[in-house]
């Protein structure tokens, strides 16, 4: 069973940054694919961005030059960096393991249908 702990949200100005974590309980990131979603009040929860195993990265075109994914598998930690933040960057930001697929040789955005384990989820803020 994975389990999956978030951590590293707050309240931001904007333009500012933040830096989400995402410890695993069990060595996950070398068999499944890693992904960042959030969920804002009333709206569906959508893919951020994700990376396979092999170091392959996607991102929703809402935050490509922005945020940064990355995963160190000696601490079984996954990571979102999040620069230049905005103010409808505000969500709940949840990290999970699942599979990925390939689409015209690129990794495509994650989708949540595809993802089983789920973190309880970290507050991000950005206020103008």
Avoid at 46 to 73: H, L, M, P
Wanted: with cysteine; proline share 3%.
């Amino acid at each position: 069973q994975v389990q999956l702990a978030e951590s590293g949200g707050g309240s931001v100005q904007a333009g500012g940054s933040l830096r989400l974590s995402c410890a695993a309980s069990t060595y996950t990131y070398s068999s499944h694919c890693m992904g960042w979603f959030r969920q804002a009040p009333g709206k569906e929860r959508e893919g951020v961005a994700a990376i396979d195993s092999d170091g392959s990265t996607s991102y929703a075109d809402s935050v490509k030059g922005r945020f940064t994914i990355s995963q160190d598998n000696g601490k079984n930690t996954l990571y979102l960096q999040m620069n230049s933040l905005k103010p409808e960057d505000t969500a709940m930001y949840y990290c999970a393991a699942g599979a990925c697929y390939f689409w015209g040789g690129s990794l495509a955005p994650p989708d949540r249908r595809n993802f089983g384990y789920w973190g309880q989820g970290t507050q991000v803020t950005v206020s103008s």
